[in-house]
């Protein structure tokens, strides 16, 4: 029932006094209203509850998490194996002289 | 496509699960809210990957699932009126009542319509000044501001032909009607992500402080839900009980102010009942006397209406994470997502439903298997 999902805000205009915006989720395109994101621009990305936008993405705040993530990848990578620990095809230099850390 | 794909990779997911088995020394019962979080978690097999340490048990976060029996059978009443459009979502239209679903309604010649959105109810009443077009607001903090701005938009065009029966529940009461039971087993709250990107995560706060209970605002996609499995678990090692949030691209901690300021212009605080679970005190939402000209229990001047639940249905058992699905003896046997017998099983968000959706009821020996492994770790953590 609290199913959200991103899309892309494409276009803004008002329909009977409200905001509204049709939205991109990965090609399917639907109508949202946009009352409750008010500073919302053409192109910002948001999450769409049952016709409704209720939060804009935060880029800034995604790529923060996304990196702490991407740390997490890298260190198993610098041990020469995937995160699976299956050996790497062309492990960090150091890992192939044996310099593992 | 972005904002989704990123949040479903293995690798980070498998790095992070990495982590947690690291973390985990004792055995932590953690509980998420939301049932889509429920369905995220066994569709993609998270409670089957993580450590035995950790036990995952299902909250009461599906709107369809705790909609008490008695609010289906008022739907089913006003739905096979004559004058009436009734329109709602369409996960509530196979709920059963206690005698037929809204399907049967439509079926037997109700005029019942499936709406993406409340608006599109109001449209409805405004193409119909004949009919009186009711829409069914079931849901939670996530799902009301909608259906405050579908009241205030039929009442500022004065569409007296436009109502709403409300059945909204709220979150926070039901968090912590669980936590003061004295068979409470969770040691810490997965929150619902959608739930706080309108209501922020501050109403948390004294919860986790009076039940010494950490809470975690998490997203819904694996490597979001696996993250704030870690946040909990963290905190729990070392004996502390914050409200963290993980989802922070969607999540502020003071939620949507307008989609709350509409909220409490358009609804008041009520005492509710929950399906499976009973009444919560101040746990729901009705319309301000300023608006019960759209409310349909008066409009179609409903009474009390008294439902027993089948009596071999654990439901409310396992809304309150004291029991799983495969704990039933009635489960993917009598009762079926074709024929549910009560409200874990109604909705696909419901953690029967999304059991068996996933062919759990084959894993049984599995869970068992788990269940032991879990026993084992509790006897060493005291001896």
């Known amino acids: 029932m609290c199913l959200a999902i991103p899309g892309k805000v494409l276009d803004i205009y008002n329909e009977n006094g409200l905001k509204m915006g049709r939205i991109d989720y990965a090609g399917t395109v639907n109508k949202a209203c946009l009352e409750y994101v008010p500073e919302i621009t053409q192109g910002q990305y948001a999450i769409v509850h049952a016709g409704f936008a209720i939060s804009i993405i935060d880029e800034q705040e995604a790529q923060k998490t996304y990196a702490v993530w991407e740390e997490l990848v890298e260190s198993a990578a610098a041990e020469g194996t995937d995160i699976f620990g299956i050996p790497l095809e062309n492990p960090p230099s150091d890992v192939r002289k044996g310099k593992k850390s | ?383």
């Open chain 2, 1 to 383: 496509m972005k904002y989704l794909e990123e949040y479903r990779n293995p690798q980070i997911a498998k790095r992070i699960l990495d982590e947690i088995k690291a973390t985990a020394t004792k055995p932590w019962v953690l509980m998420e809210i939301c049932g889509g979080q429920t369905h995220s978690i066994v569709k993609n097999g998270i409670d089957q990957l993580l450590p035995a340490e950790i036990e995952l048990v299902h909250g009461p976060g599906c709107p369809v699932c705790v909609t008490p029996l008695e609010q289906i059978d008022k739907a089913l009443e006003i739905a096979a009126q004559s004058e009436v459009i009734f329109t709602s979502f369409g996960d509530m239209l196979r709920v059963p009542g206690s005698e037929k679903d809204l399907f049967m309604v439509k079926s037997e010649g109700g005029d019942v319509r499936v709406v993406y959105s409340p608006l599109d109810a109001v449209k409805l009443a405004r193409d119909n000044p004949d009919k009186k077009v009711v829409f069914f607001a079931v849901g939670f903090e996530t799902t009301a501001p909608n259906n405050a701005m579908a009241v205030w938009q039929a009442h500022r065009e004065g569409l007296k032909n436009f109502s709403i029966l409300v059945s909204h529940v709220l979150v926070p009461p039901a968090m912590e009607a669980l936590l003061s039971s004295p068979l409470n087993r969770v040691n810490g709250y997965l929150g619902a992500g959608h739930v706080c990107t309108i209501m922020g995560w501050e109403e948390y706060r004294p919860i986790a402080a009076k039940y010494k209970t950490p809470i975690v605002v998490a997203g819904f996609e694996p490597v979001d839900i696996l993250e704030g499995i870690l946040m909990l678990v963290r905190q729990l090692e070392a004996g502390e009980a914050k409200v963290e949030n993980q989802y922070s691209r969607v999540v502020h901690r003071q939620g949507n102010r307008p989609a709350r300021e509409l909220v409490e212009r358009i609804f008041e605080v009520t005492n509710r009942k929950w399906r499976g679970i009973g009444e919560i005190k101040s746990s729901g939402l009705a319309l301000r006397a300023a608006y019960r000209e759209h409310d349909a229990e008066l409009i179609f001047n409903l009474g009390e209406i008294s439902v027993e639940e089948p009596a071999d249905c654990i439901s409310g058992l396992v809304l309150q994470g004291l029991k799983k699905p495969v704990d039933c003896a009635a489960f993917g046997k009598t009762c079926l997502p074709q024929s549910p017998l009560g409200a874990t099983m109604v909705s696909s968000e419901g953690a029967c439903a999304a059991y068996y959706a996933y062919s759990r009821h084959t894993f049984q020996q599995k869970n068992r298997a788990s269940a032991k492994k879990r026993e084992a770790v509790a006897e060493r953590d005291l001896s």
